[in-house]
């Protein structure tokens, strides 16, 4: 996993690796300069010779501003290396999901694929960090603390040696108990944002049943589970702090009287046994080394917490897409002929129960093919292997009389158009907007566009016209005004063949056949396929395939299916009671 | 955690600006339970920095008292030694207890606040009128619960114990200095001045890229929820490379500001320990010209020359100092951020509440022997509307469902009205169906019979009550809803549909699923009514989601029935079941139908047709068709619905 992750450092390798090494440097200086303040007072201040105070003070600032300056550095190639991994990173995952196939998105849910992208990369980030820069001074600091003391005196550093390990092990007890109870309350949390953010969006359903206590109610019982989970947790936390002061204390009272009884020993002869001022360097060493385990512990605690983040990422890294271009792809799509051979394809791998069952159709080049079904019968399935967005699970689709799967993927969907079930429009300009149909378009050919998609008279109704911005998902447009420029977005391709699964439900009858009559008009040779719920839409069409729960039906002409088809006679009977004619 | 980190900030407690006192003073009162606890806490913090600082000045004391006497002695003899490291023991111990309390009691106190807090702001919520929810952002409001609560509780449980204790131990340093040196500490106090106004202007720093940290944030999270949810148009017009080039700018934008806000807050610590060292070397350097010159000195304890005990302890006490310096000065600004946050959390707290003058409530009722209508417990199918009456009496009418609007008026915002001179009646049993166009007013209608809003003018009438009389509650338990927008809640399926009726029955669910046909496609998920669904919809479509909320509907079985464009998102066969299913339910009820699918309002008895607030015609389908005016164009197609 680690591997993986490294991979994303590339360019900022340099600073990572730099700033350990800034931070040893630092860590150095911090344990000598203790040393030099003993020698202030025990050479100097003792002695009342100013000229040494000054000699050795120089010498100490001078060591303080070279740490400061080695930190301060430090503290700039951690953030850089820190920030520039987090940017790789996304950048990684996101141009791999451009890479991914739509079975792949689904099988990771896109809410999961921003969650990675955004949360768990800043929570990597921020571990990356600490790891570079505190996770070095730490344990460096502790090994030099130890060294030094033991420098000055084996027998008193014994005392750390004691100490230390009761400290650690307290320490990751705590957190090990610790941690499964923060990891539920985190998630309890997340089902209370959750529970909010629904009430928020249905306040109305809840004022209308009069739900309002009953919501309250739920929220405080989720609100006591965390309280609960939280005082658990707690109890233990707050064990933290107070261990840390109980060992340093001690460890100083241990120091004073065995360093009180080796002085005396010695006589304060710090060449025989101990001085004064060693003692006191002694102090500071055993609040550094106490310190520095503090901190591990809250590095350890940073790590496994980021952990779980870091899999999420590794896992989004590796996905691969599973729709391939093979080997040799064709480029070029002859014409928009479209075959059925004996398809089978269900979602998921080895479901039971299969979501297209044994379709073949044939569709020629130029023809207009309607497709008629109920809820959940599989039309939007079926039209979406066409231009190859999931491969079947077993059987053929042929396009221009090639495998989809022969094609090249970019050349396929070039010359296959779709407008999809959800209207998704982008934040730009409605020119920005068509122009993903083909960047290269000119302003007239957009125009031609919005013509045949009955789309042009309301754009220009607008103020700014066609530079009128287009809010977040099109929220500044109907229902109906959305799914003609996206109409017109997949005209501008100019393609073989064009789907539009149900691209005309928001959009009258009247302008429903407008758009009808300009599609047969001007685009004669594509091939077009129409989903709709209206029978109205789909009439004229040159054939209608009647789907049912993922089978065909029937298929045949408007006329031949009201004889043929029970299903197609209820849909017309049920849209035409009481005298509904498309006059 | 997502709504977390993306956050909603607008600029808001970004401002360094005042903090009311108004806001300290209501978090106050909500400390006020913990009148025992939180002077508990605040004792221990004293203590607890009190030992510290002695602590620290055991060395000197160790040295000066206890060993150099020692190192005089012919034979040393360590009682003495031995009794003041027992007697540091106990303070120690003292301090270790007075830690672990404030520390266990805080976060005690913190968490408990919060708790209170967030079911206030929750409770409260629940009683706001629909129009604070039409007004305000869904995203601000969410912010409140996640990002501000956040904060607040980071500043209960750290922020404040930590400057307290901070301040505290800077204050014992100071005090101890000064019983031993006024003009040492004089020195010192300069000196802790300049590094506060470099911490201050260093963290000011890092505060400024923090924000526009958050904002880089903020953009290229939206970047990225807007591309992925559009994943698979992008797809299908092979744009991923444009795509990938706007990622890019987003991308480096977030890292370039993260480094920048990064680099000062991993700044701050390195200069803050060697200004500590940088201190020590001025006191050595002062003190020990001060002491070789045999200057005078005065201090807390009496006048003197400066010794070289003195200098020592400040030697000592100085290394205490600058780390509580660091402290409160960091400190300082998350206690502003988290007040700012608890400024918009009381403004929600403040909000008021639906109003309800109602006095008239809705009963289970049954006829008596002489046909009078009498209230009962019982649960009959049989509801009327008890009336009290200001002279004492009491009447109850029959609940059948007879709505009438006469002459409403009524806007959103002044000024511009929604509906005008509306004149409508509802017999009981009756299907009435609105249509216009989008903004005709259609919608707003049904927003005031539940009153969801409260009318400007004109007057509402339900079975000859006029509404503003009857309690909202009651009120709104006699009438069904179902919206376009479905809303379900995370939980199982049998739940969602029991939220209509909390005490219905399993098998009171089910006939209201099979009723809106709803029944075959739960029976094929794979844990059938118990699977549970999540409220954001994944896994279900569109139709089969409004299927639910119909069942879900029917099972509250209301007496008076409002539809709002309820099946568009199902195919026209399906709407036809449920139709079947809907006309079984909606006998001798009333129902108001608001659709644009012309096929749903062909057989309602009576038609509507809105036209920018005012109902131009009325009649039946038959009827205005053969009129040929605005019905007949809207059903032909001359005129879009939207």
Partial sequence: MLKTLLRSLREYKKPALLTPLLVSGEVVLEIIIPLFMANIIDYGIDKGDMNYILKVGALLVLAAVASLILGALAGSTAAKASAGFAKNLRQDMFYNVQSLSFSNIDKLSTASIITRITTDTANVQMAFQMLIRTAVRAPLMLICAMTASFNISAKLALIFLGVAPVLATVLVLIIRKVHPLMERVFKTYDDLNRDVSENLRGIRVVKTFVREDYETGKFKRISQKIYDYFSRANKLVALNAPTMQACMYASMLLVSWFGARLIVASGGNPDVGMSTGQLTSLFAYASQILVSLMVLSMVLVMVIISRASAERIVELLNEKSDLQNGENPVKEVKDGSIRFENVNFSYAKGAEKLCLENVSLFIRSGETVGIIGGTGSAKSTLVQLIPRLYDVTSGRVLVGGVDVRDYDLEALREQVAMVLQKNVLFSGTIKENLRWGNPDATDEELEEACRLAAADSFIKSFPDGYDTFVEQGGANLSGGQRQRLCIARALLKKPKIIILDDSTSAVDTKTDAQIRKALKEHISETTKIIIAQRIASVMDADKIIVMDDGRVSAVGTHDELLQASAIYREVYESQTRGGLANE | ?642
């Fill in chain 2, 1 to 642: 955690m997502n709504e977390k980190k993306a956050p909603n900030m607008h600029g808001h407690g970004m401002k360094r600006g005042r903090v009311k006192k108004q806001t300290v003073k209501r978090l106050l009162t909500y400390l006020k339970i913990y009148k025992f606890k939180f002077p508990l806490v605040l004792l221990s913090i004293l203590v607890s920095s009190v030992v510290g600082v002695v602590a620290s000045l055991f060395l000197q004391t160790l040295i000066d008292d206890y060993i150099a006497p020692l190192l005089l002695m012919a034979v040393p003899d360590f009682s003495n030694l031995l009794r003041i490291v027992l007697i540091m023991a106990g303070v120690y111990l003292c301090g270790v207890v007075a830690t672990w309390i404030y520390n266990r009691t805080m976060m005690v106190i913190a968490e408990g606040v919060m708790k209170r807090i967030r079911d206030d702001m929750f409770a409260h919520m629940q009683t706001l009128p629909i129009k604070y929810f039409d007004t305000h952002n869904f995203g601000d409001v969410m912010s409140y619960f996640t990002n501000d609560t956040d904060t607040l509780r980071q500043m209960l449980a750290q922020a404040i114990p930590q400057v307290f204790s901070s301040l505290l131990t800077i204050v014992a340093v100071f005090s101890a200095m000064l019983y031993l040196s006024v003009w040492l500490t004089l020195f010192v106090a300069a000196f802790a001045l300049i590094a506060s106004r470099v911490i201050k202007r260093i963290a000011g720093n890092s505060g400024r890229h923090f924000v526009k940290q958050q904002k880089a944030l903020a953009d290229l999270n939206g970047f990225v929820e807007e591309m992925i949810n559009g994943q698979k148009v992008i797809k299908v017009f092979c744009h991923e490379e444009q795509v990938k080039r706007d990622f890019d700018r987003h991308n480096e934008a977030l890292r370039d500001n993260t480094e920048k806000a990064n680099r000062y807050v991993n700044i701050l610590p390195p200069i803050m320990n060697n200004l500590g060292f940088v201190l020590y070397v001025l006191i050595a350097i002062v003190g020990g010209f001060m002491a070789v010159n045999g200057m005078g000195n005065v201090g807390l304890s009496g006048a003197g020359v400066v010794t070289i005990g003195t200098i020592v302890s400040f030697l000592q006490l100085s290394r205490s100092l600058i780390g509580p310096l660091n402290q409160v000065s960091q400190q300082a600004n998350h206690i502003v951020l988290a007040l700012a946050g608890a400024e918009r959390i009381f403004e929600l707290l403040d909000e008021p509440s639906e109003t309800d003058e109602g006095y008239v409530t809705l009963v289970n009722a049954k006829y008596d022997e002489n046909g009078n209508i009498v209230e009962t417990a019982e649960r009959t199918g049989m509801w009327a509307w008890k009336h009290p009456h200001r002279d004492g009496t009491l009447t109850y009418t029959k609940l059948t469902g007879d709505v009438r609007m006469v002459d409403v008026d009524f806007c959103y915002t002044e000024g511009k009205p929604v509906l005008q001179d509306i004149t409508l009646y509802a017999e009981p049993g009756q299907k009435v169906a609105f249509v216009g166009a989008t903004g005709a007013g259609k919608t707003t209608i049904t927003n005031l019979i539940n009153r969801f809003y409260d009318i400007a003018d004109g007057k509402i009438r339900y079975d000859g009550i006029n509404i503003n009389k009857i309690k909202k509650s009651d009120l709104r338990r006699s009438l069904g809803v179902v919206l376009q927008d479905v809303n379900l809640f995370t939980g199982t399926v049998m739940d969602n549909i029991r939220y209509g009726r909390l005490d219905a029955t399993d098998e009171e669910c089910i006939q209201a699923a099979k009723l809106a046909n709803a029944d075959g496609f739960i029976r094929m998920l794979p844990q059938g009514y118990d699977t549970v669904i999540s409220g954001s919809g994944n896994g279900l479509s569109q139709g089969q989601r409004q299927l639910i909320s119909i069942a879900r509907a029917a099972v509250a079985d209301p007496p008076v029935m409002i539809l709002d464009e309820a099946t568009s998102s199902i195919d026209t066969r399906t709407e036809a079941i449920v139709q079947k299913g809907m006309d079984r339910l909606m006998e001798g009820r009333t129902v108001f139908v608001i659709a644009h699918r012309l096929s749903t309002v062909k057989n309602a008895d009576v038609i509507m047709v809105l036209d920018h607030g005012r109902i131009i015609e009325r009649g039946s389908h038959e009827k205005l068709i053969a009129e040929k005016g605005r019905y007949y164009q809207l059903y032909t197609g001359a005129f879009e619905l939207e």
